[in-house]
């Protein structure tokens, strides 16, 4: 049984608590939160597990094999730091650290201990993704024009940063996974309405050469609840819908080709194909289970989790050329004032 | 009775062609097309009309006081600006010309002729937008915080500019109608999967100072069709989806308050209101006919076009900023093969 | 060229005229119509076309062929036997009559004539139609167990008869069509809330048999347009949503299987069967255009129509006993009070 | 501190204890189910519940008041029997028994114990119908017309009664409720086709007289999952879609008026108004918990609860004229073969 303890009972601890003891292969020694109140909550619910304010009683105890972090982002790096240090595995919630610089040093730390670092990009652990990665793959979608997201909601703000580190880690999860390329510029747009240093609404525009791009939309103020992607390919297009509680994936064997040759003379010519639309069937399942079920797996038979240290590490680099882009966009309209 | 000559008569001609019959005031003395087939039907649909392959026998002709243009764009400036030059009064389709520097040479031209020019921002006059703009006005929605549109579907590719020119000049205008102001900076995203050098997806951030922002998101080559905007206000939230037959305009009485005071110690507090949602009921009508009659009006009584010249050219200029934009970056992205 | 007489041009008869205007083997010369309006709107449309107050012209132009009856249901049996009689081959817009006696009576007569006899049973033209009759047939669907069908909006009043003779034609020609079977019993419910003495929302109940049954629901008082028809079948069930512009048919991969084996001591076993969801294309095209070509088909080769007087006769008779349900109910409701 | 013991702890009885436990005003003492390994589960969740497999030590523990039951229906009454003979207060799952005979000797014992009887129409205690009596009562709609109900969806069969004993008491409870009538007649339809005794879809009628009527609809065989009540009044209509996660209440201000005077000569008129639409907004909360929550003050204020046993019996009257439908068809039938 590996024992692990887990940092942060607030919004997303208690489902990687509950994820853990439900598992056979692992059981929930301690959790650490500042907060007096969830700890007792937890104790409630799970009367066997140690509770404690301070995280090192958890990265001293020498019992537990495995660590997770789900705090507020500014402190992952340090947790997660410690944790590797005394020989922990760890699992940290997105995005890994607040920049790349630190996530470079917990890959290296984890390549020196010898230990697994993961973080939970858990939509990659979706029934939904895993379908779509399939389908591309398969070839299914012909060659990848373009893909479209929009993650809109009202609601959630966070007073510390902004909504591209808030909602941006999953869809830039989700577009780098699929592509499997990481982009060769990015750019960002937004605005800050509420709180005047934290952008409430943003875009981001991610250049992967080759005419692929990807266009990523997020708000904490739109009025529908609407997380949407679109992959465009040359051959069919799907569309991505996590909002539906069952048909999440329409696959449209639709298509526009190009004229077969060129001719001074010749006018121009497309050829539109309008087909079938399928709406394969999505296994359920909890993804978190999912996620940290292949977490434990990684650590008993020596793999690479799909969502690495690298893979944190990508994303994060995304996220700090959107972020660059906004803070001189915010520098400069100070200067206009 | 006001005679009306039509050049063009391809795809949106015969609307104009058979809402100038319709109309009591007017009636279509001629159209000129350079394809005889096009003519012949336009012959039979309206025997009394004269149509030829020669735009100049409507130009030339002293009886025609009007002149509608629904021709290439590239056409546009070249016969508005002959239409002017012999006192007609001039309605050109959407965009107003090729560039920002030929709509000013057409504003001047009328104002020195004292001859009416109109464009086409059909959208301007339709029920919906006309709804929306006097919500706006009357304060319903608070301050507004921002715009988001999106313009999605398969096909109707054009051969000689790209999707920003085809489908943007709708929204733009929206969006500046709207906000009554122009924006002080424009960027534009896109690429072009079929023709090498005509982006067939795009995307545009206008900034207008002071958080208020835009965002316009056009594609070819999108399996849903989508023309929806979305207007956040401090106070309530307006949807407009153009795709519903019946229910265009959702009015949602929900927001986001910031903290009423800032305390070192305290927590952030933004209080949310979910309220009801309004389904305004929309009038039909064709606004192509309160278009033409809107223009018929300002002739006859020397008014100003709601979609004037200068609207024409604040249009314009956002599109070639934008084009700008992309052009960069094709640039570039040919240095980097 | 076959010479078509239509009589009636209020609501569908235009379209009518129109279609066998534009097909290349048929002419309109005559058209007849007790308003002067209609005829003079017709008449700028169709300046060839010889118009009258008197249907007469029509049935006894020994030149037309072929006459199409659009006027109100209670003239239609008088209409179509004096045209028969005439020698003419007759096109009757649906219901055929007013009566399964009246619609027997038309039958012997287009027999004695050896002339055509069709209703105007317009759906089974449709593309939708035809494709789930073709995927009925191919066994997809597996055994049929029902049909459920919803015709509901705000609107159209008629004031000689109920909702059933405007709204059920349609459904009951389609599921007629589909289960290639008469109902050994049928069941109507209603109530009259506008217009005392008309059923202005009423139910079909249809027993086919062998626990096969279809139920219809119409209603001139919903605020929502519906017209949606679910069939379910032991291997899938499909869903046929009209008012979809685009998506109208939807095949569902779902099932129910009862157990394999009775045991007194075994528990009830059912597997449920959720599969993917297709959505088939479909080709557009004007159904009226696809049924009046039929029937100049049927003439010029000595085919039985689709909806010939038989299938007409078989709706009408399905009609009489809903109709002399509801008549019963109000009888008895007229009683109790 | 009420102490509550629960009989039956399979689909829904697991929400009536922890709604119970929840409250601050009663605890679960005790639960009984047949089945040994849901006991087990309960005392995982709940350590200090005493649980058995026989429901006779419920009944006998003098400690307990109130007696929640939610058993298979053909357990209800002599369990509720032995409950109010014990002078416990009874809640019963619904429907409140299986025959009428057997509601009203629970009223009857109910009343000689002077002890609460309480049957679980749900639905009554959502937000979502509590707002539609309220927009009835005050008289928005104008006279209530008709009401229209769907429940379909694939799954969920019973083997020991069919879909209408399953599924109907939701509907029929609320159509009573927001009617504050009985219907004078009840009229039902229905085919078997998994199992050749059980209807898995069945539709019902109900006639209040005055025209006004309800018509409900069930199926276990339905591809789609549909929950929808259209109330159509004079002056409004109200569609009420519990499928919808947020927005589950449609006001249309639509409406038809019938001519205003009648006269010989003139055509018949009605005025169709179109207006807005409203969805207005539902506040959220369990109706479990709101619905123990009145039992419970029922009984310490010593009030009539809003679904006792009365209105357990009409359901039930209902139900039972509808089955009697059914088995006088099911019995036609067998004759037929």
Same mark, same amino acid.
């Given at each position: *049984? =590996?024992?692990?303890?887990?940092?942060?009972?607030?919004?997303?601890?208690?489902? =990687?608590?509950?994820?853990?003891?439900?598992?056979?292969?692992?059981?929930?020694?301690?959790?650490?939160?500042?907060?007096?109140?969830?700890?007792?909550?937890?104790?409630? $619910?799970?009367?066997? @597990?140690?509770? %404690? #304010?301070? %995280?090192?009683?958890?990265?001293?105890?020498?019992?537990?094999?495995? @660590?997770?972090?789900?705090?507020?982002?500014?402190?992952?790096?340090?947790?997660?730091?410690?944790?590797?240090?005394?020989?922990?595995? @760890?699992?940290?919630?997105?995005?890994?650290?607040?920049?790349?610089? !630190?996530?470079?040093?917990?890959?290296? !730390?984890?390549?020196?201990?010898?230990?697994?670092?993961?973080?939970?990009?858990?939509?990659?652990?979706?029934?939904?993704?895993?379908?779509?990665?399939?389908?591309?793959?398969?070839? /299914?979608?012909?060659?990848?024009?373009?893909?479209?997201?929009?993650?809109?909601?009202?609601?959630?703000?966070?007073?510390?940063?902004?909504?591209?580190?808030? $909602?941006?880690?999953?869809?830039?999860?989700?577009?780098?996974?699929?592509? +499997?390329? &990481?982009?060769?510029?990015?750019?960002?747009?937004?605005?800050?309405?509420? &709180?005047?240093?934290? +952008?409430?609404?943003? #875009?981001?525009? $991610?250049?992967?050469?080759?005419?692929?791009?990807?266009?990523?939309? *997020?708000?904490?103020?739109?009025?529908?609840?609407?997380?949407?992607?679109?992959?465009?390919?040359?051959?069919?297009?799907? @569309?991505?819908?996590?909002?539906?509680?069952? /048909?999440?994936?329409?696959?449209?064997?639709?298509?526009?080709?190009?004229?077969?040759?060129?001719?001074?003379?010749? +006018?121009?010519?497309?050829?539109?194909?309008?087909?079938?639309?399928?709406?394969?069937?999505?296994?359920?399942?909890?993804?978190? !289970?999912?996620?940290? %079920?292949?977490?434990?797996?990684?650590?008993?038979?020596? $793999? #690479?989790?799909?969502?690495?240290?690298?893979?944190?590490?990508?994303?994060? #680099?995304? *996220?700090?050329?959107?972020? %660059?882009?906004?803070?001189?966009?915010?520098?400069? &309209?100070?200067?206009?004032?």
């Amino acid at each position: *049984m =590996i024992k692990v303890g887990v940092i942060g009972c607030g919004y997303w601890g208690p489902n =990687i608590i509950r994820n853990f003891s439900q598992m056979s292969r692992t059981e929930v020694s301690r959790v650490a939160d500042l907060d007096q109140e969830r700890l007792a909550h937890i104790r409630k $619910l799970y009367p066997f @597990v140690q509770t %404690s #304010t301070m %995280s090192q009683e958890i990265l001293s105890d020498p019992y537990i094999q495995v @660590v997770a972090i789900a705090t507020p982002i500014n402190t992952h790096f340090e947790l997660a730091r410690q944790a590797l240090e005394q020989g922990k595995h @760890v699992f940290v919630e997105k995005p890994l650290a607040s920049s790349s610089q !630190q996530a470079r040093e917990l890959i290296q !730390q984890a390549r020196k201990q010898e230990r697994k670092l993961m973080v939970g990009h858990t939509f990659l652990y979706t029934s939904a993704v895993r379908k779509i990665k399939e389908i591309i793959k398969s070839g /299914e979608l012909g060659d990848i024009y373009y893909i479209n997201a929009q993650r809109l909601n009202l609601g959630l703000f966070q007073k510390d940063y902004n909504v591209i580190w808030d $909602l941006a880690p999953h869809d830039i999860s989700i577009v780098l996974h699929l592509l +499997e390329q &990481n982009p060769v510029s990015v750019q960002s747009f937004g605005a800050c309405h509420i &709180n005047p240093a934290i +952008e409430d609404v943003a #875009t981001l525009s $991610l250049d992967f050469g080759n005419n692929l791009i990807a266009f990523l939309q *997020m708000s904490w103020l739109d009025p529908d609840k609407v997380r949407k992607m679109t992959v465009v390919g040359s051959e069919k297009m799907l @569309v991505y819908d996590d909002i539906q509680p069952a /048909e999440k994936i329409r696959i449209y064997d639709k298509g526009v080709q190009g004229p077969k040759y060129y001719d001074s003379f010749a +006018e121009f010519h497309y050829s539109y194909k309008y087909g079938d639309i399928l709406i394969p069937k999505i296994d359920g399942g909890e993804p978190l !289970q999912t996620e940290l %079920s292949h977490f434990i797996d990684c650590i008993e038979q020596d $793999l #690479t989790p799909l969502t690495d240290g690298e893979n944190g590490l990508q994303v994060l #680099t995304v *996220m700090e050329q959107a972020q %660059s882009c906004l803070q001189n966009r915010r520098a400069q &309209n100070k200067e206009a004032e």
